[in-house]
């Protein structure tokens, strides 16, 4: 009984090991458009998701904005609460799990451009803390071009990506369960629900 577990374990950590290859192509302007294809087990096993769209354009991008406007007017205690990033040890935290995560996935032909606003100065340059230093590392790799952009004025979310990404589940995992047992982490979501 033990050793059949054991091999279960063993065949279930040996499935994780295998690569999975997605290959996508996603975009947000007014409404959403993309595609998926997913390769696993060295392409014996092949998926490809059928493309997603949205059926009206128009009220989809609306709606959208009227969420990111409706953020940027909210009270101060709705707010989703940013006390959590002024924590400099929670910040560097999040900064290295993107940079191993980013480090862990294999790139080829990657492009990605996004643009984000709150619809308030002081919320996007709030928000921008946070995700500003992220964009700046990984607009310096080599394996992919990225461009995410502020928006302080209006409420924006513009979106325009594609490539390919080969990913090794446990490597993921491994990396996640990290970042989920990290003190810094707790404490910032601590700080959240004190604030929240």
């Known amino acids: 009984m033990l050793s059949g577990a054991a091999a279960f374990l ?13 290959t996508f192509k996603a975009s947000w302007q007014e409404a959403f458009q993309g595609h998926v294809k997913l ?10 998701f059928p493309s997603l769209q949205s059926k009206a ?16 007017r909210s009270p101060r205690k709705k707010r989703i609460p940013f006390s ?19 480090h862990a996935v294999h790139k080829r032909n990657v492009n990605l451009r996004m643009r984000i606003g709150l619809g308030d100065p002081a919320d996007t340059g709030q ?18 071009t990225i461009e995410i952009e502020p928006e302080f004025f209006d409420s924006t979310f513009e979106l ?3 490539g390919t990404l080969r990913i ?29």
Request: net charge positive; charged share 20%; hydrophobic share 50%.
């Open 10 to 22: 063993l065949l279930f950590i040996a499935l994780l090991a295998i690569p999975i290859t997605l």
């Open 127 to 144: 928000l921008w803390a946070f995700v500003g230093p992220a964009s700046g590392m990984l607009a310096n790799v080599k394996e992919a």
């Open 39 to 48: 390769q696993w087990a060295f392409g014996l096993v092949r998926v490809r």
């Open 57 to 72: 354009p128009a009220p989809e991008g609306e709606k959208l904005e009227q969420k990111i406007s409706s953020f940027g």
């Open 168 to 196: 090794i589940p446990l490597q993921l995992i491994y990396l996640t369960v990290g970042l989920l047992l990290s003190p810094p982490v707790w404490q910032g979501i601590k700080q959240m629900r004190a604030t929240g």
């Open 160 to 162: 325009d990506s594609s």
């Open 84 to 102: 959590a990033i002024r924590q400099k040890a929670f910040r560097r935290r999040i900064i290295r799990f993107v940079s191993d995560f980013w």
